[in-house]
């Protein structure tokens, strides 16, 4: 008999090549990676690279045209999907601009989202005791007070506390795949450290994580397995943890081919 | 909108309660003339002075003109090709059902069919339902109940029967037949309608409810409702109508009368679901309204709060006169105009009394082509010193053919008076649409949540039964809207 070698692990994202077009202009041009469940990727790149276009596409924003390609998630085609399937199948943006919905509570709001996850599971709705429980557990573990619980979403929240909005979202949601679009820009340093604090906890070996940022410093709270060079539609180059380092020493500038 | 071609895929529900019923109706010859008014009061065996006030409301009417100051476009109107009576035939003449057991089956079926089966609200609900088919009450419930605290509560026909010299106290004393081109048509051809009586110091357990229908074709409706608060009364009257599907214009002109005493309090709430017609802006229900509530006592106090979805023309302003020293007007409206919709609606708030406040709350919603005009006024005469009004009007646009339209007008005499108004102009944007999406709701029910949430103010202020009926009845009329 020879030795079993551990068969090699489906991906849980798999990015083949992809084109991606807005208002007719190629935005992505040729982008490929691969990410495996309990991975944090990190993808870095100077402004107008694409990063956020990536995180866009894979949540199935509008407007988004993609040309050539190909985005398997868990095996299936991810781009043949609606926005609302993509999310209820697991797949989790954190918004770099998170809207605000006048009128709509967060509680309400948020157990509308799980109700519909959990349909998509066929479980049964979750009732609003027992949800509001939910949340409470949540907001504490993303450091979040509850009162915010109870306001419109987002409706007069601080930049920071938008953001920490968004991880409580993705504590209650439990995504398989979580793609954070610059959940740094615009937070001063304590309020990073909170919000990478929650998504510490929220880091299981079932969840991959695709953070986009464009500075180094939200890499030294939330360490990144790998990390990717995004610049003119492509990933140029690919590392460890120490890639990001490098960028934050030399810029930019000395990845460009 | 970018995400505009999707969701006009979705799927556009039709008028819900759009189905016929087969009765047999009791109606008079079409057209209107002094022969008509002669036939319908003969109809309703009512007495000589009804008679007289209806014929002087006739001719005045003769002398007046239709009103074309509203921001609404419809074809003129015949007055003569209307039905002007149509009543459920009854075995006797003269003779209304006593009970449930004696009320037309097919009728009973068609309330159930609308999910408001009365056998139900009566053991059930705790609503008493004076159910209103076309012109006449079929059915009358926890009268009995009522009766005991002094409440009455029944047709108006009833009302002009059994309580002649209260009928003949208040009719037209808040709007005078004479009043405007509809609430003189209406008081000279009403068919029928409610009548509340609370007497002085009882708090009206229930939320009385009606239920306005259309049925006949080409019936016009001129219900006439009157409500009476005495002194330290309480009474929350609720009012809902669904119409069903018609392919002509259905003329609705009714008028609604509240008279609130010394430290009483009326709340009306409508939900209105006429038929709006169909999808291209043919057919639907002109919904020519006069609603007015006279805060004739001290620290008397009217509310109205409305949800307004249906009719293909809309033309309304819920009003208070605020007469009685610290009185209170309240306005608490959403109002939708989806598809080829026009909705004219407002208010009007008359400060007479000292320190009186008033209160409106506006929330505009348009979709498709639909037209949606706020018109309010906010008066404050001489004498009424520190008065105070807060307005706000709030439009949201779900597409870019419809349109919001403000027109507030306000007349201070008085300089103690302090004077609030904010508006707002928003739209459903496809960030929000998106951001919901991505957390896995349907984009219908995106719509739905933004919305109901723009609502919200409104919406808290009807009772508690009627909130879920408006947010469902306005997710209905919204599927398929933004586009």
Known sequence: ?257 | MATSSEIADLTNQGYKYGFTTDIESDTVPIGLSEATVHLISEKKGEPAWLLEWRLKAYRHWLTMTEPTWANVHYPAIDYQAITYYSAPKKKAAGEGPKSLAEVDPELVKMYEKLGISLKEQERLTGVAVDAVVDSASVATTFKAQLGEMGIIFCSFSEAVREHPDLVKKYLGTVVPATDNFFAALNSAVFSDGSFCFIPKGVRCPLELSTYFRINAAGTGQFERTLIIAEEGSYVSYLEGCTAPMRDENQLHAAVVELVALDDAEIKYSTVQNWYPGDKNGVGGVYNFVTKRGKCAGKRSKISWTQVETGSAITWKYPSCILLGDDSVGEFYSVALANDYQQADTGTKMIHVGKRTRSTIISKGISGGHGQNTYRGQVKIMKGADGARNYSQCDSLLLGDKCGAHTFPVIDVQNPTAIMEHEATTSKVSDDQIFYLRQRGISQAEAVSLIVNGFCKSVFRKLPMEFTVEAQNLLDLKLEGTVG
């Open chain 1, 1 to 257: 008999m020879t030795p079993t070698t551990s068969a090699p692990r489906k991906p849980l994202l798999l990015i083949q090549d992809l084109h991606v077009e807005v208002d007719g202009k190629e935005i992505l041009k040729g982008l490929s990676l691969t990410v495996h469940a309990g991975e944090v990727h990190a993808i870095m790149g100077p402004n107008g690279s694409g990063k956020s276009t990536l995180a866009h596409v894979l949540a199935g924003r509008p407007g988004y045209t993609v040309t050539k390609g190909s985005v398997l998630y868990h095996g299936k085609d991810l781009l043949a999907m609606e926005p609302e399937e993509r999310a209820r199948d697991g797949v989790f943006l954190a918004f770099q601009y998170p809207v605000e919905l006048p009128g709509v509570s967060n509680t309400y709001f948020l157990r509308e989202a799980l109700n519909a996850h959990r349909k998509h599971k066929g479980l049964g709705e979750v009732d609003a005791v027992d949800f509001l429980d939910l949340i409470k557990q949540k907001a504490r573990l993303v450091g979040m007070d509850d009162k915010f619980l109870s306001r419109g979403v987002n409706e007069g929240f601080s930049g920071g506390e938008k953001k920490r909005n968004e991880i409580l979202q993705m504590a209650v949601l439990e995504p398989r795949l979580a793609l954070l679009d610059e959940t740094d820009s615009g937070l001063d340093i304590d309020a990073l450290r909170n919000v990478a604090e929650g998504v510490n906890k929220l880091r299981s070996p079932e969840r991959a994580m695709v953070v986009v940022t464009h500075y180094q410093r939200l890499l030294d709270h939330i360490v990144p397995d790998r990390v990717h060079v995004l610049q003119g539609g492509r990933i140029v180059k690919s590392g460890g943890k120490e890639l990001a380092l490098e960028l934050e020493q030399s810029g930019y500038e000395a990845t460009k081919a």
